[in-house]
């Protein structure tokens, strides 16, 4: 049996070794990819964003648990900050969700930013299609607070949860972030502080002001206790009603046009700079970026010269 069919039959060590593949690119990935496209397009895929310090991690497993509980099967994705030291991904999410891996239904897998913006990493979309094709009925992805990340999760997810965390100066962090707008749900964790209400109230206020969703879905802001399990129900509740929504508006499909619209786009973008790289020698593109900055050529006529260069070595 191939990686591939062992991998659709359920094999756990098969799903590993396959995204591995795909996270480090190349023709083996591509080819893995396309044998498993055709099985995709069908799990609920759950963004989970906010910023440190709000109990992500502690939410994510308790949200794992209540949907297995609902006979679920779960797969997360936790998008971690690479280590300035080894370039991998720092592991800590990871070592507080090892109880997880006792379930054969869930399934966590870390995955390094690599410095990319947003700090969510370009292979998260194939590793997504890979769970996908595993059928995993939900996929998490659970992602740094760091930069425009909060957005690409939106981009990659049909449910976005921003977690809230009392206590963090005047303002929601959400509003500091510049993501009220991608919301589909907020939750306040770590709601038994005392400035939880605050927080939650500021959120209601900022949600009538300036909140660009679509009126026919109101992004319900919900209190949990991660450390505890309160509320978690109640979450994972507003996720299957946010999916139902989804389907019965048409919003849905809208979603995974532009979805896959952007997807196609940013793999023109990479394949073109991966047969540049390839075709075009290190020392005549530090020679071309000298001739911009020289102004002997100008930046657009230069990405032209680039583009049909690659283009004219290929057969």
């Known amino acids: 049996m191939g990686l591939i069919d062992a991998m659709l039959a359920g094999d756990r060590?098969?799903?590993?070794?396959?995204?591995?593949?795909?996270?480090?690119?190349?023709?083996?990935?591509?080819?893995?990819?396309?044998?498993?496209?055709?099985?995709?397009?069908?799990?609920?895929?759950?963004?989970?964003?906010g910023p440190p310090g709000a109990g992500k991690s502690?939410?994510?497993?308790?949200?794992?648990?209540?949907?297995?509980?609902?006979?679920?099967?779960?797969?997360?994705?936790?998008?971690d900050p690479t280590s300035p030291f080894t370039g991998g991904a720092i592991l800590g999410d990871r070592i507080r969700m090892q109880p997880l891996g006792h379930d054969p239904h869930i399934f966590v897998r870390s995955m390094a930013t690599r410095g990319q913006l947003g700090?969510?990493?370009r292979a998260t979309s194939d590793v997504v299609n890979v769970l996908d094709a595993a059928s995993f009925?939900?996929?998490?992805?659970?992602?740094?607070?760091?930069?425009?990340?909060?957005?690409e999760i939106a981009r990659q997810a049909h449910t976005t949860v921003v977690v809230e965390v009392p206590g963090q100066g005047d303002d929601v962090q959400a509003i500091k972030a510049g993501i009220l707008e991608i919301a589909d749900i907020f939750v306040v964790n770590?709601?038994?502080r005392e400035e939880a209400g605050k927080t939650q109230?500021?959120?209601?206020?900022?949600?009538?002001?300036?909140?660009?969703?679509?009126?026919?879905?109101?992004?319900?802001?919900?209190?949990?206790?991660?450390?505890?399990?309160?509320?978690?129900?109640?979450?994972?509740d507003?996720?299957?009603?946010?999916?139902?929504?989804?389907?019965?508006?048409?919003?849905?499909?809208?979603?995974?046009?532009?979805?896959?619209?952007?997807?196609?786009?940013?793999?023109?973008?990479?394949?073109?700079?991966e047969q540049i790289d390839q075709r075009v020698p290190a020392a005549d593109q530090t020679a071309l970026l000298d001739r911009i900055r020289a102004h002997r050529i100008d930046p657009y006529s230069a990405a032209k010269e680039l583009i049909q260069r690659a283009l004219d070595g290929t057969s």
């Open 13 to 49: 060590r098969a799903l590993a070794r396959t995204i591995s593949i795909v996270e480090h690119g190349g023709t083996d990935a591509q080819l893995a990819l396309g044998k498993l496209y055709r099985y995709t397009g069908q799990a609920h895929v759950v963004g989970v964003t």
């Open 119 to 121: 700090g969510v990493a």
């Open 190 to 192: 770590k709601a038994d």
């Open 238 to 273: 507003a996720l299957a009603r946010h999916r139902r929504w989804l389907s019965e508006s048409g919003k849905l499909d809208t979603r995974e046009r532009e979805r896959v619209r952007r997807e196609l786009f940013q793999l023109v973008e990479y394949l073109i700079s």
């Open 201 to 236: 109230r500021q959120l209601q206020t900022m949600l009538q002001l300036g909140h660009t969703h679509d009126p026919q879905w109101s992004p319900p802001i919900l209190s949990t206790v991660a450390t505890s399990g309160k509320g978690v129900p109640e979450v994972v």
């Open 137 to 151: 009925s939900t996929i998490i992805i659970e992602t740094v607070g760091a930069g425009q990340a909060e957005v």
């Open 58 to 79: 502690t939410l994510v497993n308790e949200l794992a648990l209540e949907l297995r509980r609902r006979s679920a099967t779960v797969a997360i994705i936790a998008v």
